[in-house]
């Protein structure tokens, strides 16, 4: 990870702010919501995420997770907001 944060989730939203300069020109974005503050994401004896996560573009691969392609992100040098749904 390039950079990590853990935030606060406040009415079901959460606001993260990142300096550009910190980003490579590429980049992609995983979150998933610690519901058990742990420092990591749970799964199963199965592997499956028993947390809810999503990635930038709100890429998904059925039950694996997506190619770095399908969530990648251009860096913009103004403000961008990215919006990433967990399920």
């Known amino acids: 990870a390039i950079?990590?944060?853990?935030?606060?989730i406040e009415d079901q939203h959460a606001l993260v702010g990142v300096r550009v300069s910190q980003l490579p020109s590429i980049f992609a974005i995983a979150a998933?919501?610690?519901?058990?503050?742990?420092g990591r994401?749970?799964?199963?004896?199965?592997?499956v995420p028993t947390?809810?996560?999503g990635f930038s573009r709100?890429?998904?691969?059925?039950?694996?997770?997506?190619?770095?392609?399908?969530?990648?992100?251009?860096?913009?040098?103004s403000d961008q907001a990215i919006s990433i749904t967990l399920e």
């Open 3 to 8: 950079v990590s944060q853990a935030i606060l």
């Open 32 to 38: 998933f919501h610690d519901k058990n503050a742990n």
């Open 58 to 77: 709100n890429a998904r691969n059925g039950a694996d997770w997506p190619d770095f392609a399908d969530a990648v992100i251009s860096r913009s040098d």
């Open 41 to 47: 994401l749970d799964v199963n004896e199965s592997g």
């Open 51 to 53: 947390e809810r996560f």
